[in-house]
């Protein structure tokens, strides 16, 4: 890869593509149907994004 | 006296079953998505190419950095056993990250931690297709 072609995301970015990435993973891995494989991928990915701002915020008061 | 034959011919059908389950696994953990394409599982074999593929691309994109053999702690080991878990495309996360590894800042941290989910999610692929080669899980 050259000099140029890295990548800069920010927190939220990152988190959002890891989150999306590893439930569509998953879902393909644990279910067969294509419903149930999207039912899994969207609840999955909430569950990701909800922990994470939970967390996020949790740590909040650390910062300060 | 058929059981008897039936009997004596199951152990070397069970023997093939599980050696061409190996091969399907290992297979699975050099090239992603192999293990599953072998098993004709393509929905699984695309998926397990793609996003282990994109979390290698942006891992050494972000500066992550790609552990080595030659670790310092266990950390590193671990993470060193975490990026082999990609198989052929820990290769191509070295080759991709021709600067090194940067992680001053966040991206860098982040790239880490894509590089290291993608080989460990590449090894509970291979898991998979393994147990399903073996007729266990689909």
Known sequence: MNAGMAFKLSHLQSML??????SIAFGFLSRRRPMDRVKYIVWSLFLFLLIGVGIGWAMYPFSH | ???ETAVQADPPQDSRRETMAFITGVAGWLVPGLGHALLK?????VM????????????AG????VFSSSGNDAFDTLGY??????GTFYLAARSL???GADVSHAGGDYGTRFLATAGVLNLLAALHSYEAARGRKA
């Open chain 1, 17 to 22: 593509l890891f989150a999306l990435l590893i």
């Open chain 2, 1 to 3: 006296m058929a059981d």
């Open chain 2, 41 to 45: 599982m393509w929905g699984r074999a």
């Open chain 2, 48 to 59: 397990c190419f793609l996003t282990v593929g994109v979390l290698v691309i942006l891992g």
């Open chain 2, 62 to 65: 972000m500066r992550g950095n």
């Open chain 2, 81 to 86: 056993l975490a990026d082999l878990g990609t």
């Open chain 2, 97 to 99: 990250e021709n600067n």
